[in-house]
């Protein structure tokens, strides 16, 4: 066996060269690490620089019954980063291939190849002037365009839902052949413009799934709108929250909101401002209702924090915000801010972080209803909304380290840092909403932890519940603890009704154990087009053969 993964090795770096097949121990140890607490090493991994390389490696895994894990960056920190569902894998990582091949302003999109980053993509219309924007994440700034579009990752603006606005993918299938979605000819005019294509449509087949390897994409591109505004609004009382959800929905159908809108609850929202705070325990192993209402008074922070943009014209924007305002004050207050009121926020802040005691500080915190750590968080979020990647709010994967967080280079898993999601679907309704925050609150608690929740509306009737488990990653007890949490909470919400939207590698295997006659289906069509099971075998429960545990 050892001898024909050498052999299948030194194949692989006749392909791409030997520079870039790394399988030192300390490199394939470097490559198979996460924030959450699954660990399983590869054998080696390739970093292909073309489709004609990447078909190559495909084929001299087939012939080598070599299990291959394609990843376009590989920062899906939380989920699993860049491992495999057993020891032994071979990782691909397609960050060589970061062509922006095209961008077309009059059509509004771009065919990128997925090594492309969200700043990649955003420096390169912004330099050129191009009055385009990418929706971005709220992630690392070095996150794929096409990997976090395949995996269904949303951002904030109206082109929030990433899978949605792709159009035209090329793909390498297990036998190394290279197909083009949408059945047109080689010099067809509507690649990337009209998603259906000709005949059955097959794009969702390659979205959380193992049936090929993309390595080209049309993105579709929102055109700078004339006008916009950000809208937050603070629910102080947490029993609010459901008449917030009805709130947001109606404003959704209505196409008031056209865009994502974040709830986030007071935990991750502190997250973003401080690292934990260990001294506040008393003996516990989460904060106390009582501490952590005495933390939102200090940070001035409410239970719940709902942010939005409002896209359009002026006029647009000025009758939505004045519908906003009348649906969202009744759950909580309610501000705006745009480019004028943004600059001069900027300035504010920039003098009180020059004088944080000072005798203006009291003033300053009463007309910005903020504290200083709170205020220096909208400066983050708000270039984010208008398709600007950042790297500062992702930071808060390290809220539970016991080391300074960077403000660099940031990598969670390099940096050991304890986080593990959970993203369910709920509808969107005060009353499920609700239902769901029951179901976890306590289980939160009974395992010691912190109950923290981003819920994201994803459509006018759906809201994405992501679910953060922070846990301190030096501490073995906690660790486990983390563990018992997420299973629990895996099965209850699943038996409760809520499906998850998107998960980890530890959890693939059990990602369709509710939908027998479905991944029956998938498994026949995963067997017809990658008979050797070669490509992520066992990604998303699709063809886990042996490897189901």
């Known amino acids: 066996m050892e001898d024909s993964l050498q052999e299948a090795v030194r194949r692989i770096r006749e392909v791409v060269g030997e520079a870039h097949v790394l399988t030192s121990p300390e490199e394939v140890e470097s490559h198979s690490r996460d924030t959450s607490t699954w660990q399983r090493l ?78 990649q993509l955003n420096d390169h219309l912004k330099e050129r002037n191009i009055k385009l924007w990418v929706d971005s994440t709220d992630s690392t700034t070095e996150g794929s365009v096409v990997g976090n579009a395949l995996e269904r990752g949303v951002g904030y603006t109206p082109y929030w ?46 979205s959380q799934s193992n049936f090929g390897i993309v390595t080209k994409a049309g993105v579709w591109l929102l055109p700078e709108p004339e006008g916009f505004t950000c809208f937050i609004c ?64 200090r940070l001035k922070v409410a239970p719940w924090t709902i942010s939005g943009g409002i896209y359009g014209t002026h006029a647009q924007v000025r009758v939505s915000k004045k519908l906003i305002k009348k ?78 967080r960077p403000t660099s280079n940031i990598d969670p898993a390099r940096d050991n840092a304890g986080l593990i999601w959970l993203a ?23 395992h010691g932890f912190d109950w ?11 809201v994405l519940g992501l679910i953060e488990i922070f846990y301190d990653r030096t501490n073995p007890e906690e660790t486990e603890r983390a563990q018992a949490l997420y299973r629990e909470l895996a099965a ?14 530890a959890h693939g295997p059990h990602m369709l154990d509710g939908a027998p006659e479905f991944r029956r289906m998938l498994d026949a069509m995963k067997s017809a087009i990658d008979p050797h099971n070669i490509i992520a075998p066992g990604r998303y429960g699709l063809g886990l053969g042996e490897t189901h545990e």
């Not at 001299?60 to 920190?77: Q, T």
């Not at 976890?440 to 608690?445: G, K, L, R």
């Not at 923290?452 to 759906?462: A, D, K, W």
């Open 42 to 119: 590869c054998a080696a991994v390739v970093y292909p620089s073309s489709t004609a390389e990447v078909a190559r490696v495909v084929q001299v895994a087939n012939e080598f019954g070599l299990p291959v894990w394609p990843y376009s960056k590989g920062k899906n920190w939380g989920y699993g980063a860049t491992q495999g569902l057993r020891e032994g894998a071979v990782i691909m990582i397609l960050e060589r291939m970061n062509r922006i091949i095209e961008v077309n302003e009059e059509l509004a999109y771009a065919v990128v190849e997925p090594g492309v980053t969200q700043k």
């Open 161 to 206: 839902d990433h899978f949605g606005h792709l159009c035209g993918l090329e793909v390498v299938l297990a036998s190394g052949e290279v197909v083009r979605t949408g059945a047109g000819p080689e010099n067809s005019l509507t690649w990337h413009t009209h998603k259906w294509g000709s005949g059955p449509y097959i794009e969702g087949l390659f």
């Open 234 to 297: 603070e629910v102080e009382d947490e029993r609010n929250l459901p008449a917030a959800v009805d709130s947001i929905r109606r404003l959704a159908l209505d196409r008031v909101l056209q865009s994502n809108v974040h709830m986030v609850n007071d935990v991750l929202f502190m997250a973003q401002m401080m690292q934990y705070p260990y001294d506040l325990l008393d003996g516990g192993t989460y904060l106390s209702d009582e501490t952590r209402a005495g933390l939102r008074r």
């Open 327 to 404: 649906e969202l004050s009744r759950s909580g207050r309610v501000t705006f801010l745009n480019d004028t009121s943004f600059g001069v926020m900027q300035r504010l802040l920039r003098f009180w972080q020059k004088n944080p005691e000072g005798p203006f500080a009291p003033l300053l915190s009463k007309v910005t209803n903020s504290s200083l750590e709170k205020l220096q968080v909208i400066p983050h979020v708000y270039p984010i909304l208008k398709g600007v990647p950042g790297d500062y709010i992702v930071g808060f994967a390290y809220f539970k380290s016991r080391g300074p």
């Open 424 to 446: 369910v679907v709920s509808p969107l309704t005060g009353g499920r909403v609700d239902e769901l925050v029951r179901l976890c609150v306590p289980a939160f608690h009974r």
């Open 452 to 462: 923290s929740c981003s819920l994201i509306m994803i459509n006018p009737r759906s």
């Open 492 to 505: 209850e919400t699943l038996r409760a009704g809520y499906p998850q939207y998107r998960t980890s590698i």
